[in-house]
């Protein structure tokens, strides 16, 4: 039977925005904390079960657990939480423009949202910009 109703579009938890990273994409690492690649192995919040073919997905903002590919020896093979602050994929905003970025990238953070490093390479979205304040003071550029 069909399902009636309003139907969200994109994720249940971030509803509005098109999720562009998911588990298991390798992403570039914007800060310099000393890592360069990261794969993400999760989204936090997210309540996917891969196991009946749903994989978590995050958007610009999202908090994600990520395990690092390529950088310094002494943060490869380290599991660590990860903030998304460019996708690829387009995404409305509220005032009806369409957002893409031309690379995907995230921030290393500690589990309370602090950042790594001390410094963001490239623009920053304005949704993580505003969900995560710390991030914000260290851009640069706020698209």
Not at 80 to 86: F, L, Q, S, T
Request: glycine share 12%.
């Amino acid at each position: 039977m069909a399902k009636r109703g309003i139907r969200a579009v994109g994720v249940s938890y971030r509803l509005g925005l098109t999720p562009g990273i998911f588990a298991g994409s390798y992403v570039s690492c914007a800060d310099n904390s000393g890592a360069r690649l990261v794969r993400v192995i999760g989204v936090v919040g997210a309540h996917a079960k891969t196991t009946v073919r749903r994989i978590p997905g995050a958007c610009v903002g999202d908090m994600v657990v990520v395990s690092v590919r390529e950088g310094k020896p002494e943060l490869r093979k380290q599991v660590m939480r990860a903030i998304v602050i460019r996708q690829r994929r387009p995404y409305r905003r509220a005032d009806g423009t369409w957002i893409a970025f031309e690379d995907n990238a995230v921030v290393i953070v500690s589990p309370e949202g602090e950042p790594k490093g001390t410094e963001i390479r490239g623009p920053v979205a304005r949704e993580a910009a505003e969900r995560w304040p710390r991030i914000a003071g260290l851009a640069t550029m706020i698209v």
